[in-house]
């Protein structure tokens, strides 16, 4: 008889859990810092994501907050009788009655911070999540308080990954994709990376970041220590406005471009840019890191309904250098992270 011992099992990489709500602070008009507390939370980096069932936990019994769901408890909730031919489908399950949001939504990680194990309680780690308030889903969201649990699938997708030959990170976020910047900043911050931060918002009081009481944003989009999440890891950030009410009036890509055409042909050669944002704005972020031969990784915001590669409804094209032709990828299990000069726009 064999004496070899079975390997450890490996920890998850992801999985299915009920978070327990701690904070959800208004940080400007429309937008929310929600803080959520997961037991046993694999490992994350940064441009990884979580899917949100956007309302409180199905689960009504408080003492299960924290734990993982119990499949066979969901499937005893949604509950409904398949409909005979010309009779309409029947819901007994008082969530899907409620008429709210049933799909999960995206949500970028916008910090994470970990607290240890102890005698009574396992190994905690403390996540924000940074939402918008525009529809059904952020709504309910927006709603939610201390104390509650809600639903959470994660860590998602393929976040960051850092060069060996990276000396200097250019971070660029746009709306809600400012959060994985702040995550990432932490990180760089972390293994000693020079880095810089530019961030646009369409005006003041949609910027879901503080400013520090003693620098203001230069208005002609020169980075400073003027953003206290930024300023915490010692990175100066240029703030763009599309209508000028704070810092540099117009897009984030142009003082972008004035950053890169200033610098000097050697010193960008161990730069790389690193974006997320509006699908548009990612477009011209890579258009203008191209022009000064500098990398370009974009953390793409698609829509979709599962996260993990089952309902095929965040397709791109995708062409590597080199290829023949381009093919299909999924944002939520190849990327959401990918290098810029890959995808067909």
């Not at 020079?194 to 400013?211: E, M, Y």
Request: include cysteine; hydrophobic fraction near 40%.
């Amino acid at each position: 008889m064999s004496t070899a011992t079975a390997a450890p099992a490996k920890p998850p990489t992801r999985g299915h859990y009920v978070a327990l709500i701690c904070a959800n602070t208004p940080i400007c008009h429309e937008h929310y810092r929600l803080t959520l507390q997961v037991p046993d939370f694999p490992a994350s980096e940064p441009g990884q994501f979580v899917q949100l069932l956007c309302a409180p936990s199905l689960d009504p019994d408080p003492a299960v907050s924290g734990e993982r769901y119990n499949p066979t408890q969901i499937s005893k909730q949604a509950e409904f009788e398949w409909p005979i031919i010309g009779r309409p489908l029947k819901f007994h399950d008082e969530y899907l009655l409620a008429n709210r949001p049933y799909l999960r939504r995206p949500f970028s990680i916008a910090q994470r911070r970990d607290l240890p194990a102890s005698d009574t309680a396992p190994a905690i780690a403390e996540i924000d999540i940074i939402h918008r308030v525009i529809g059904k889903g952020t709504r309910e969201l927006e709603s939610l308080e201390p104390g509650e649990s809600i639903s959470l699938l994660g860590p998602l997708g393929r976040g960051f990954a850092l060069p060996q030959t990276l000396t200097h990170a250019v971070l660029v976020g746009g709306g809600v994709g400012i959060p994985p910047m702040l995550y990432l900043a932490e990180k760089l911050a972390h293994q000693n990376i020079a880095s810089v931060a530019f961030v646009g918002a369409q005006r003041r009081n949609l910027l879901p970041l503080a400013l520090q009481a003693n620098s203001q944003p230069s208005p002609v989009g020169t980075p400073n220590l003027c953003c206290t999440e930024f300023a915490r890891c010692n990175i100066a950030a240029a703030i763009t406005t599309d209508d000028g009410s704070l810092g540099m009036r117009g897009f984030v890509t142009a003082a972008l471009d004035l950053y890169l055409a200033a610098a000097a042909p050697t010193a960008r050669a161990g730069t790389v840019v690193f974006c997320c944002g509006p699908t548009p704005m990612m477009k011209a972020t890579a258009g203008v890191a191209q022009r000064h031969h500098v990398p370009c990784m974009v953390s793409l915001e698609q829509p979709m309904a599962c996260g993990m590669g089952t309902c095929q409804s965040c397709v791109i094209k995708y062409k590597p250098a080199g290829a023949a032709d381009w093919v299909y990828k999924l944002t939520c299990t190849d990327g959401p992270v990918f290098n810029a000069s890959d995808i067909i726009w």
